[in-house]
């Protein structure tokens, strides 16, 4: 069965750090694109950042450079997504899905049940 599935969202202060994984299973995800997004409340969903599968490039939106890394171990299968500097407008559901086609292309699926990230004093 594919799945994705994500873990380590919290509450944090502002300023702070987390570190999101997106475990892989069912299928190897080297040969897939990995991206993060996130919604929040009211708020269409966003692509936040994105490593291709063909030369491990890195993506991000210009609300996150600087402060989000992403990186995959394909040892263990799965994606990550370093936070750091936290600011309370990052505050929202944090999912990952897959691409065969592009960092860039409209057909993300295999969408995870998502991990909550509040960034809040």
């Known amino acids: 069965q594919v799945q994705l599935v994500e873990s380590g969202g919290g509450l944090v202060q502002p300023g702070g750090s987390l570190r999101l994984s997106c475990q892989a299973s069912?299928?190897?995800?080297?040969?897939?694109?990995i991206a993060w997004f996130r919604q929040a409340p009211r708020k269409e969903r966003e692509g936040v950042s994105c490593?291709?599968?063909?030369?491990?490039?890195?993506y991000y939106a210009d609300s996150v450079k600087g402060r989000f890394t992403i990186s995959r171990d394909n040892a263990k299968n799965t994606v990550y997504l370093q936070m750091n500097n936290l600011k309370p407008e990052d505050t929202a559901v944090y999912y990952c899905a897959r691409s065969r086609s592009s960092c860039f292309a409209p057909d993300f699926g295999s969408w995870g049940q998502g991990t909550q990230v509040t960034v809040s004093s």
């Open positions: 490593i291709s599968s063909i030369d491990g490039s890195t």
């Open positions: 069912g299928f190897t995800l080297d040969i897939w694109h």
